[in-house]
C-alpha cells in the first residue's frame, strides 16, 4: 500500500517502511476531516515492546486529568508522566530508539490505524470496531475478513517485528478506575482494570508532522 509523505518533500512510503525511527503504521487526521496531520511510527520490537504482560496503566484507581483523548497519545501520555505512577506510559517515555526520544502510549484511534495496516493474523475481525474519523482516509466498522493480514512480512504472525494476538494498553483513559485496550487479534477494543494484577502488552509509537 503506497502512502504519500507529505513532509519530506513527497518521498513515498508504504506500510511498513522503516523511517523516522521506526516502522511507518499510517497516517492519522487529528483533525478528523481526512487531512493528515501526522505519520505514525510503530517502535521496533526489539527495543520498544513490552511483550510479556507485565505493566499497569497506572497503580491505583482512580482518574488521571488529560488522558481523555482517543487520537493524540502523546499529549495523553505527557499527562501520565507529569502525574506519575503510571508504568505503562513511562516504559514509552523512558526509550531512545534510534536517535527519537519522543515515543509515548498510544491513543485509541491511533492503534486502530496501525491495527488496521499491520494486523498479524489471518483471523476473523471484530465487526462491532474499526469506525475511524481520525484515519486517512475515515473509515467504518471491520468486515470478518476485511482488514486482512499484513503483506508486510516481518509484521506477520511469526516475523521479527509481528503484534502479540493480546490486548495493549491504550494512553486512553475509560473512567476512573479503567484504560482501554486494543487486541491484535481481531482489532477488538475494551477496557482493563488501570492496576490490573496481570497488567497488558505495551509498544510504543510516535509521530512526524506532515
Excluded at 37 to 49: D, E, F, M, N, Q
Excluded at 156 to 171: C, D, I, M, R, V
Aim: proline share 3%.
Amino acid at each position: 500500500m503506497q502512502q504519500m509523505l507529505v513532509g519530506l518533500g513527497a518521498v513515498p512510503l508504504a506500510i511498513g517502511d522503516f523511517t523516522e525511527g521506526g516502522y511507518f503504521g499510517g497516517y492519522i487526521s487529528q483533525n478528523a476531516n481526512g487531512v493528515a496531520t501526522h505519520g505514525l511510527i510503530v517502535a521496533p520490537a526489539a527495543s520498544g515492546y513490552n511483550s510479556q504482560n507485565t505493566l499497569k496503566w497506572k497503580n491505583s484507581s482512580d482518574s488521571t486529568y488529560g488522558t481523555q483523548s482517543s487520537y493524540d497519545g502523546a499529549a495523553n501520555t505527557a499527562a501520565m508522566v507529569s502525574a506519575g505512577n503510571h508504568p505503562a506510559a513511562n516504559y514509552c517515555n523512558g526509550l531512545t530508539i534510534n536517535g527519537y526520544s519522543d515515543w509515548y502510549l498510544p491513543a485509541r484511534f491511533e492503534f486502530e490505524i496501525i491495527y488496521r495496516n499491520l494486523k498479524p493474523t489471518t483471523g476473523s475481525n471484530s465487526t462491532s470496531k474499526g469506525s475511524n474519523s481520525y484515519a486517512v482516509p475515515a473509515t467504518s466498522n471491520y468486515s470478518s475478513s476485511n482488514p486482512g493480514q499484513t503483506a508486510v512480512t516481518v509484521f506477520q504472525s511469526g516475523g521479527s517485528e509481528a503484534f502479540n494476538t493480546g490486548f495493549h494498553w491504550l494512553s486512553t483513559e475509560e473512567d476512573s478506575l479503567r484504560g482501554a485496550t486494543l487486541s491484535f487479534s481481531n482489532g477488538n477494543q475494551q477496557d482493563d482494570f488501570k492496576n490490573s494484577a496481570q497488567g497488558n502488552l505495551v509498544r510504543a509509537i510516535r509521530k512526524f508532522s506532515v
